[in-house]
């Protein structure tokens, strides 16, 4: 039934070979790995004017465009560089294999880790933002909030194992339906005011000035903007997954993205000081832009409809971003090896399930409140930045390359402004949940470093030398000793029993005593059979079975010597039924668990099929 449902969802096993279709040219690129960059339109001008409304009122807007162009600077600035580190590093990668390669392994750890955060995030972030877009459009489903927000979740994560082709095609054309509806919208609001003379009128009461604006002020409002930058080093990082020429189309991806950013970003904003739109959390900037400039017609619920599909979109760059970020890190080896096994339809499934689950738990920890999660959102992001562009400058230093000069400026001055960023966000944002980011870097770092250093002692102890050869045992001589638990005298154990005769003639069937009817139960009908093999049976008053198994076997009552090898022939139910292994196994699950832990024990489990059509079972 699983298997079933399973190849529903997520369609058939793909081979290996045709890994070279699931790629991305650049129409579909651009909308898979920019979706999160170009959504940020839809809340990086409103995160402003949360900052400044309450404080300078009517004056907000005039000082809102000016944080505007510093951040469509700033994103410029970062697109320079990002395009430099495609250049220069094709294999993909991006803050993780620059900061790694250039600063040393700790660094590249710390950019692993803070995008990691990121992307996590940025799921979360992006659902919780869709669904406010239409809790805007229909109030009434404002306390299903977290639902939605999981639905669309789940919905994204069964899109992405079905394959890289299959979702850039799914949730690439309404990235492009989002871009045109929005230009419609700038373009018209814009044309409305300018030509058409409308005077608008907000929305929303605005709030009285209490104080004029301050550098801090300003600064605030500028880290609160930065959220538009979120997204833009997924596509270094996804290199890989780009049809040949793989550098060409990642660089033109990257430049489209930094235009339809610039054009769509520095549009609403402009478009907020017009129409002096007031943030709240019932109605997002964005809707009450569509309702002043279309009203309430078919075009306002097309903007709602678009931008939140455009935000559910933008978790898609993170389901594309991370996966690869982790097979790339357990590579190295500082990640768990399942991240870097491509699963069924040759994608990172594992990473994609992560993903799924931690950014789920985040919704529901904070209630699918975006403003409470933007906070956490953009400092991990800015310090991958830093490490990159610092990393890249430390390149150029180095290698002296042809044109190393202005690459090393423009990286240069993107580390100081990324930086300074990072720590404008962390002072300013720390009380408000940063400071949750500032722990879980260093402990996911340990935890990388912790991982990497057990990876190297298991291959230093399986590692063999290449004058190592096995050692010459006289398999004749030594005695091959089988202990076969018995819990019931059934066909399942009857089955092992017959295994265990094959390999040996030293058996003895072990029985460990919880209840002394059961075990007398068993006994009686051991006798009666007359299988003409000794049964042990020992007493738990502790109730382990584990425990007593492992005492008998170094006990000296035991014919095994301490370097001889025992096998233990676990009989296990192999049931039909899915759910059916829900009520079976879990004592065979917990002595097997338990003795793989013992040098000396070799454990044999031997299946015996359930049928759950009874006569079915009878004929097998």
């Known amino acids: 039934m699983l298997s079933k449902l399973g190849r529903l969802l997520i369609g058939r096993s793909l081979k290996t070979t045709e890994l070279k279709s699931e790629k991305f040219n650049v129409l579909w690129g651009l909308p898979v790995l920019s979706s999160d960059a170009i959504s940020s339109v839809a809340y990086a001008g409103e ?12 004056m907000s807007y ?30 993909g990668g991006g803050s993780y294999i620059v900061a790694k390669d250039n600063l040393g392994t700790v660094s590249g750890l710390v950019a692993g880790a803070s995008l990691t955060i990121g992307y996590i995030l940025t799921v979360a972030v992006s659902t919780s933002a869709g669904t406010a877009a239409i809790i805007s459009a229909i109030p009434s489903l404002s306390p299903h909030r977290v639902t939605i927000a999981l639905l669309f979740i789940f919905i994204i994560t069964i899109g992405n194992l079905r394959g890289v082709r299959e979702s850039s095609k799914v949730f690439g054309t309404p990235t492009y339906i989002f871009m045109a509806v929005i230009l419609c919208m700038i373009i018209f609001g814009i044309f409305k005011v300018k030509v058409l003379g409308y005077v608008p009128k907000p929305v929303y009461k605005i709030p009285e ?11 605030r409002a500028f880290s609160s903007g930065c959220t538009a930058l979120t997204g833009i080093e997924a596509v270094s990082n996804g290199i890989p997954s780009f049809k040949e020429p793989s550098q060409k189309n990642a660089r033109i991806v990257l430049e489209l993205l930094a235009l339809v950013v610039l054009v769509i970003f520095g549009g609403v904003s402009y478009l907020a000081t ?29 903007v709602q409809i678009t931008t939140t599909i455009i935000l559910i979109m933008a978790s898609n760059t993170a389901f594309t971003g991370l996966p690869l970020l982790l097979a790339f890190i357990a590579k190295d080896g500082f990640a768990p090896r399942q991240f870097a096994k491509r699963g069924k339809r040759l994608g990172y499934s594992n990473g994609i399930m992560m993903l799924s689950i931690i950014s789920s738990i ?19 992001v800015f310090v991958s930045f830093t490490l990159s562009q610092a990393g890249m400058f430390k390149r150029w230093i180095k290698l002296k390359s042809t044109g190393w000069r202005h690459k090393a400026v423009i990286n240069g001055i993107g580390a100081v402004v990324t930086f300074a960023t990072a720590v404008i966000l962390g002072i300013t944002k720390f009380l408000q949940g940063a400071w949750i980011v500032f722990i879980l870097v260093p402990v996911l770092v340990y935890i990388m470093v912790e991982i990497n250093e057990h990876y190297k002692k298991v291959a230093q102890q399986l590692k063999l030398a290449v004058n190592e050869r096995p050692k010459e045992i006289d398999f004749t001589k030594q005695k091959r000793y089988v202990i076969v638990p018995i819990d019931a005298l059934n066909r399942s154990f009857l089955k092992a029993l017959n295994y265990a005769r094959t390999i040996s003639n030293n058996i003895i069937v072990f029985h460990v005593s919880i209840d ?19 049964i042990v049976v020992k007493k738990s008053i502790y109730r382990s079975v584990v425990g007593p198994l492992v005492k008998f076997i170094e006990s000296e009552e035991y014919a095994a010597g301490s370097k001889d090898t025992v096998t233990v022939v676990l009989p296990q139910f ?15 699950l917990f002595i097997r668990t338990m003795l793989l832990r013992r040098r000396n024990i070799a454990i044999v489990t031997v299946p015996y099929i359930i ?10």
């Not at 000035?209 to 600064?219: E, K, M, R």
């Not at 192999?574 to 065979?588: D, E, F, P, R, S």
């Open 47 to 58: 995160e402003i004017l949360w900052v400044l409304i309450p404080v300078l009122g009517i």
């Open 62 to 91: 005039k000082y809102m465009f000016y944080s505007a162009l510093c951040v469509v600077f700033l994103m410029i600035l970062v697109t320079l560089s990002y395009r430099q580190t495609i250049d220069a590093y094709p294999q």
């Open 209 to 219: 000035a209490v104080s004029d604006i301050t550098l801090l002020l300003f600064i």
């Open 274 to 302: 017009l129409y002096h739109t007031v943030p709240n959390t019932e109605v997002t900037v964005v809707a009450q832009l569509a309702s002043q400039i279309f009203g309430q017609n078919i075009m306002f619920y097309l």
């Open 362 to 380: 985040l919704v529901i920890i904070f209630n699918g409140e975006t403003h409470s999660l933007m906070p956490l959102y953009a400092v991990g």
């Open 516 to 534: 002394d009817e059961a075990t007398a139960r068993l006994l009686s009908k051991w006798h009666e059979y007359d299988i003409g093999i000794p």
């Open 574 to 588: 192999v049931v039909t039924k899915w759910w059916g292994n829900i009520l079976h196994n879990q004592t065979a």
């Open 611 to 620: 049928f759950e059509d009874n006569e079915e079972g009878l004929k097998k």
